[in-house]
């Protein structure tokens, strides 16, 4: 049992772990395959996105800040880099308003937490009220890999 605690808690095994999660930039990871039983059925009210590599995507852009529009297909939250879109084609029509309020903070694993973003009082934790969810979302600092309010990357 000692030598397991001793291996646990040795630096060849914590340091990988740490490392693995430091560098991480944003970019789109497809939704998962499912959500609409009928694949050539539109969808109402989805926006179209269209990438700089061809890839249309469709599914509801619920925010946009400085680096990333957040999209939502069945409840999957997804970033989509400004940079990669070369396209959209707003479901209404045009883009609606209010899609720079809130925050977003983005998990170093990935995660993209979306709504209103506050900062605990003691500067260490990020607070998200997710749209729709009555209780706020904790996020220590040591796991966010960015954090945006109001559209603009703190």
Request: with cysteine; glycine share 12%.
């Amino acid at each position: 049992m000692k030598t397991a605690a001793r291996l646990l808690t040795s630096a060849c095994f914590i340091a990988p772990l740490l490392l693995a999660g430091t560098a991480h930039a944003v970019g789109f990871k497809p939704f998962t395959d499912g959500g609409n039983v009928c694949k050539t059925c539109p969808e109402p009210g989805l926006d179209e996105i269209k990438l700089s590599t061809g890839t249309v995507i469709r599914a509801k852009i619920t925010h946009k800040n400085s680096s990333f529009y957040v999209a939502n297909l069945h409840g999957e939250v997804r970033a989509i880099p400004v940079g990669e879109v070369s396209e959209i084609k707003w479901a209404n029509g045009s883009e609606p308003a209010g899609l720079t309020t809130g925050g977003q903070i983005v998990l170093k694993n990935g995660i993209i937490l979306s709504g209103d973003v506050q900062v605990d009082t003691q500067g260490k934790v990020y607070k998200v009220t997710i749209e729709g969810a009555d209780k706020a979302v904790n996020a220590i600092f040591g796991v966010v890999a960015e954090a945006y309010i109001g559209g603009t990357k703190r």
